[in-house]
């Protein structure tokens, strides 16, 4: 398998009506589908249980979550990167101080670079962080529609299966949570192990008070490129 421990690709599968199949059995078609498209030998797939159930989620809202969020801790990082700058320049300009007696051109030089720095940065601070309250605001209200849905959206499916890693036919057994809509035509998957971290990453934002809080959440969320 290329690699399992990242997200499966959305999955598009048109599955015939049928009154024989199984919410289980449409699944399970559809997510094998996914799952070979991804495998190094797809032929060694072999389903081992399906578990179907009922999600008020929708995954398009998670996935956008997420988007958000990345982009976001993408902003938090470059404002850190931007204090760090100023704190830099700060620190020389300190050092470099004229003393109002002997200052040589080196000396004054770098005061000054110490102060063009100070304010350019202090410039770029103030432009990345209102883009980032703006961002926060967007997270906040995609946040509160996650938290408010109510209805039936699509079905969750926890599906364990076997499959070769090597050509020498070593087997692994993976299990994996799927997101796929009402007709079992799409779907979005990740390891057990990820769904984890992602379902206690949204639950942190839900519960969030503060847009201080929010940014703290996903300023330490490192892990969201693994989604």
């Not at 015939?16 to 699944?27: G, I």
């Not at 990082?77 to 700058?85: G, L």
């Not at 100023?86 to 050092?95: F, V």
């Not at 959206?153 to 997101?179: L, P």
Request: aromatic share 10%.
């Amino acid at each position: 398998m290329r690699k399992i421990t990242i997200l499966i690709a959305t999955c598009v599968l048109f599955i015939m009506p049928s009154c024989t199949k199984s919410n289980e059995d449409k699944a399970e078609e559809l997510i094998s589908k996914c799952l070979k498209e991804n495998m190094l030998y797809p032929d060694s797939y072999e389903a081992i249980s399906t578990k179907v159930d009922s999600s008020f989620v929708k995954v398009s809202t998670i996935i956008e979550i997420l988007d958000l969020s990345e982009d976001v801790f993408s902003d938090i990082s470059k404002i850190r990167a931007i204090k760090s700058d100023i704190s830099s320049a700060q620190t020389t300009k300190e050092i470099y101080t004229p003393t109002g007696f002997y200052d040589s051109a080196l000396s004054l030089g770098e005061y000054k670079r110490a102060i063009e720095e100070i304010s350019s940065n202090t410039e770029k601070l103030n432009q990345a962080q209102s883009k980032l309250i703006e961002k926060i605001k967007n997270i906040k209200n995609v946040v509160a529609g996650f938290k408010d849905q109510k209805q039936f959206c699509n079905w969750v499916v926890e599906h364990k299966f076997r499959y070769s890693q090597d050509k020498d036919g070593n087997k692994a057994t993976e299990d994996m949570i799927f997101y796929c809509d009402k007709n079992f035509e799409n779907c979005r998957g990740w390891t057990v192990d990820q769904f984890k971290r992602i379902s206690y990453f949204l639950n942190e934002l839900v519960e969030a008070n503060s847009d201080d809080e929010l940014i703290e959440i996903i300023g330490s969320a490192g892990y969201l490129s693994m989604y």
